[in-house]
């Protein structure tokens, strides 16, 4: 049996609504809303959360490839799945590949896993899609539509909680959205054109052509996930094969989190897995340039997975954006003050134990923990004594500052000294905290990979705390 | 082995120029003006130099002047002898000198100088320390940070464990502003009530705009000589007591080290200890005249009170509130108006502060002297807490 054996997902914590979107430029109305990344996140951050909230410490240091599916990559030339590989302390003989250019790549990189693991390359797989900055030009009649977030899947043969039947996959040249290599924003053309001649038609073909070749009846599933761009080609799609809506349509979630690109038809499945039961089946439908169809039968090891994850909590954790102009400066779409920061790639290299992977040293002489790249030891003072340990991504706030004069799009940046659990102490700042209100020593906090600044036009990714809300 | 200082040494003579934004003085044009000034009172000139140290601890605001000991050499006429640039931040004036005394003591020097400049109005104040805090360190680690958070960090803490409280700390603000009226050289010579200093903006919480100290221009010296030889250049001296420097951590070590408790400041404490001993004082309050101690911000000189036994531990906001640290009070603590009123030109503020306690020991201290001054102390720390320099002066 080859098949998904864990899901994680992770949504920023922002959202910004359409009525924000219409306020600010003087149109009235405006429904829904969507999950946008902080200034300190991108595809490759998101991707990371999405990791740790999919496998254990374990769990991920035994994944054999690393496939980071994106619209977003943080680069041009320049591994993204190397550099989580690398942060997430995979063995450097972890296959790692990027698949992008297309919402579908998300599928497109779960089937390739599928097949990896089906041709014995490797036991598991880590799929993470990942989407973050699709824009809409600022004013421009899309602005509310996409959507940031990440899924992470771990494939393998071992403990599989949905097991693949069947795909399907079907290419189909269209032009309905597209960025071209330097675009900052979404280009479109007609918008009813390709709601007709590509979602409609490519869609009812591939569902269509899977459901003929499957010999299975619309109502032989438990639940139906299919990726949409809009909402109204949705609910036409699913009349045309007469699903449920009560019971097997799974919601798109288009107003509550946007249309995540590659993570998208990950989190509408995982979504909709609350309802399903072990011996279910269930559908999964990606869209773009075509679609890739998959049928998956749930296990017996579905309901312990059921127990873990908690959709609503999830899409519930949430706070709006204080104003549109923030989310604009969010995402770079106006020129902030440049800062010429200090970097070295050869320090950023050789200090990637401490800083990249958070691993403490400890001193093999005296058991004192440090969080810095040292020599020697500051409490035994004993020389090359120190061996990397793991330490824990949670920890409490033992002092803070809260700095308005540093550079940010949100001041003031709250900086706070962590004691880890289990040992270690980190300096940092604190994100997803945009009431400074909040901050207190003893509160409890929780380690997260965040992109610091941009020196050399390189992003530099190091870890930042962020507020454990419940 | 180690050498006591106390009584061997003496201040002949110390000069200090206004600490301002010096739009009109250059780097060189400060050093010309201070050391002059202390040349004058030794009754020396240049030539009679014969080893110097120089204390400017940040180059990149000021063409790179100050980055050797030649740069205090051509704007003064300091020619072929020994001279040393000293960078130990905001230590750096005290360690310059104490590498002075040093000389002294070793028998290498008669006649030394020790001088701090520091130019940092030749750029917008954004663009001098804030900027090297914040873009120039390391890619990662204190990212996020200006100077200010280096010590709100142990403000916060102070708060949390001794139930000081932010009013606390512009007190201490609006006693140095107030001091800083009667300072001819100081920056800022205005009262500024309390409301206006508990008011004004947050820099780095819980440290405001009026409880840190401003970016200024400034220069300082002091010409030294055994004690022995002091009365034939100038009967009117000060003798050093003690001098102490103390590293007793890193720059990024303290906030990543689980040791570290943020409610003090333990090169102080460290320095304190050795100084008192080496100046033969045991009760610092009573024994005291007045101090000069650093607040940088205005937390800081809370803590340090503690630090240098002028009260019990968690005790600093009892001794801000009740007076004691004033003109007035049984210890006047930053009578020239701290680096509050000053400014802090960093590598001329040590200098500067023993400047300070040499006119008091003098009794030239003009409208503010503190009344039969007897022993005084200057008390820097830096790096952001990693190095105290600790002066203790006597009058002879």
């Known amino acids: 049996m080859i098949g998904i054996t864990a899901f994680g997902t992770y949504l920023p914590r922002y959202r910004l609504t359409a009525r924000m979107i219409n306020e600010a430029w003087g149109r009235p109305g405006g429904r829904g809303e969507k999950a946008v990344g902080y200034f300190d996140e991108d595809s490759l951050t998101m991707g990371l959360s999405a990791v740790y909230n999919c496998l254990s410490r374990d769990g991920i240091e035994k994944a054999e490839a690393l496939y980071f599916a994106s619209t977003t990559s943080p680069y041009r030339e320049k591994l993204a799945s190397t550099e989580m590989a690398m942060i997430l302390s995979l063995s450097p003989e972890a296959r790692t590949l990027d698949i992008g250019n297309s919402p579908r790549a998300g599928t497109s990189a779960l089937l390739t896993a599928m097949e990896a693991v089906k ?137 509550r989190i946007g249309s995540l690109g590659t993570a998208h038809p990950f989190v509408m499945l995982v979504a909709a897995l609350h309802e399903v039961k072990p011996g279910d089946k269930v559908l999964l439908a990606s869209y773009g340039d075509g679609s890739d169809v998959l049928i998956f039968e749930a296990t017996d090891a579905l309901p312990a997975f059921q127990e873990q994850i908690d959709v609503n909590g999830l899409l519930d954790q949430k706070e709006l954006v204080s104003t549109y102009t923030k989310y604009l400066a969010f995402h770079k779409t106006f020129e902030a003050e440049f800062q010429d920061y200090y970097s070295s790639i050869s320090a950023l290299f050789r200090e990637r134990d401490r800083f990249s992977r958070l691993l403490g040293g400890k001193c093999k002489n005296c058991g004192y923990i440090t969080t810095l790249a040292l020599r020697v030891c500051p409490n035994c003072r004993k020389k090359d004594q120190f061996e990397n340990m793991r330490l824990a991504r949670r920890g409490v706030v033992f002092t803070f500052t809260q700095e308005w004069y540093y550079p940010s799009p949100e001041p003031p940046t709250t900086l706070a000294v962590i004691d880890l659990k289990g040992g270690g102490r980190i300096y940092c700042q604190m994100t997803d905290c945009s009431d400074p209100r909040i901050v207190k020593i003893g509160m409890q906090v929780e380690m997260t990979v965040r992109k610091y600044h941009e020196a050399l036009d390189l992003p530099h990714y190091y870890w930042k705390c962020k507020p454990i809300y419940s | 082995m180690s050498v006591d200082f106390k009584d061997k040494l003496a201040i002949v003579g110390a000069g200090c120029t206004r600490f301002a934004e010096n739009f009109d003085l250059s780097y060189g044009d400060m050093l010309a003006e201070a050391c002059f000034e202390a040349f004058e009172e030794a009754g ?99 990212k996020g940070e200006t100077a200010a958070g280096q010590f709100a960090v142990y403000a916060t803490r102070h708060m949390e464990k001794y139930g000081t409280k932010l009013e606390h700390f512009c007190m201490v603000s609006h006693k140095n502003h107030k001091h800083g009226i009667r300072n001819p050289i100081a920056q800022y010579r205005q009262e500024i009530p309390m409301e206006t200093i508990l008011n004004s903006p947050m820099v780095a919480y819980p440290i405001n705009l009026l409880c840190s100290c401003p970016t200024t221009d400034g220069a300082s010296a002091v010409v030294l000589v055994r004690a022995d030889d002091a009365k034939s250049f100038n009967k009117d001296y000060a003798l050093v007591k003690a001098q102490e420097l103390i590293v007793n951590t890193g720059w990024d070590l303290p906030f990543f080290d689980p040791r570290y408790d943020f409610s003090h400041f333990p090169s102080t404490r460290l320095a304190a200890q050795r100084a008192y001993q080496m100046a033969g004082i045991k009760d610092p309050i009573n024994e005291i005249d007045l101090a000069e101690v650093h607040d940088c911000f205005a937390p800081v000189e809370l803590i340090v009170y503690e630090d240098l036994g002028f009260c019990m531990e ?83």
């Open chain 2, 44 to 142: 020396v000139g240049p030539k009679d130099i014969d080893g110097a140290w120089l204390s400017t601890a940040f180059v990149d605001g000021s063409a790179m002047k100050g980055r050797s000991g030649m740069d205090l050499a051509e704007p003064v006429g300091l020619f072929d002898i020994p001279i040393t640039r000293v960078s130990n931040f905001c230590a750096s004036g005290g360690n310059a000198f104490r590498e002075a005394c040093l000389g002294l003591l070793s028998g290498v020097h008669d006649i030394v100088l020790a001088a701090g400049a520091e130019k940092q109005r030749d750029r917008p104040p954004q663009k001098s320390l804030v900027k090297m805090m914040v873009v120039g360190q390391h890619q990662f680690l204190q």
């Open chain 2, 314 to 396: 968690g005790q600093g906001r009892h001794f801000i509130e009740e007076g004691r640290s004033t003109a007035e009070g049984d210890l006047p603590v930053n009578i020239s108006g701290g680096l509050e009123s000053c400014g802090h030109p960093v590598g001329a503020t040590g200098i500067r502060m023993i400047y300070e306690i040499t006119r008091h020991l003098q009794g030239r201290a003009r409208e503010r002297q503190v009344k039969n001054a007897k022993l005084g102390i200057a008390h820097n720390i830096g790096g952001p807490c990693a190095i105290t320099s600790l002066t203790i002066l006597g009058a002879p």
């Open chain 1, 119 to 255: 041709a014995n390359s490797c036991d598991t797989v880590l799929v993470v899609a990942s989407d973050c900055g699709r824009l809409e030009r600022p004013g421009g009649q899309n602005e509310a539509t996409w959507g940031d977030g990440a899924a992470a899947l771990a494939v393998g043969r071992e403990n599989v909680i949905l097991n693949l039947l069947h795909h399907y996959c079907h290419s189909d040249e269209l032009s309905h959205f597209w960025r071209r290599a330097d675009d900052h924003y979404m280009k479109y053309e007609d918008m009813r054109f390709p709601q007709v001649m590509g979602y409609a038609r490519i869609m009812e073909a591939s569902i269509g052509n899977i459901l003929r070749k499957t010999q299975y009846n619309p109502a032989d599933f438990a639940k139906v996930v299919v990726d949409t761009p809009d909402i109204r080609s949705h609910q036409a799609l699913m009349r045309k094969f007469g699903f449920d809506p009560k019971t097997q349509i799974q919601d798109p979630l288009l107003g």
